[in-house]
């Protein structure tokens, strides 16, 4: 069974850094996009950062410059480096990603379980 597993979250100050992990587990074939999006109480979900298999990366305009993802195909994960932590990026992340599982043709899309951060003195 595929899964995402997010790690890394926590509270941290204004002006801080944090790091989040993503490792997709399980029978994979193949992982094609990948990304984090974030949901903070009483809005929607947003894409933060995207990076395609061969690299390719863009960024919400709120954490442009700050923000940085990138990814490990030999481990399956993917990583969002957050630096210059504010107090709005206070949310909810989630990762995504877009993977074939073994013994499939079609990929699939699939949520981890959303990891917390709280940017806050």
């Known amino acids: 069974q595929v899964q995402l597993v997010e790690s890394g979250g926590g509270l941290v100050q204004p002006g801080g850094s944090l790091r989040l992990s993503c490792v997709a587990s399980?029978?994979?074939?193949?992982?094609?996009?990948m990304g984090w999006y974030r949901q903070a109480p009483g809005k929607q979900r947003d894409l933060v950062a995207g990076i395609s298999s061969g690299g390719i990366t863009n960024y919400a305009d709120s954490v442009k410059g700050r923000f940085t993802i990138s990814r490990d195909n030999a481990k399956n994960t993917v990583y969002l480096q957050m630096n210059s932590l504010k107090p709005e990026d206070t949310a909810v992340y989630y990762c995504n990603a877009d993977l074939v599982p073994a013994g499939l043709i079609r990929p699939k899309n699939y949520w981890g379980q959303g990891v917390q951060v709280t940017v806050s003195s």
């Open positions: 399980g029978s994979i074939f193949r992982i094609y996009a």
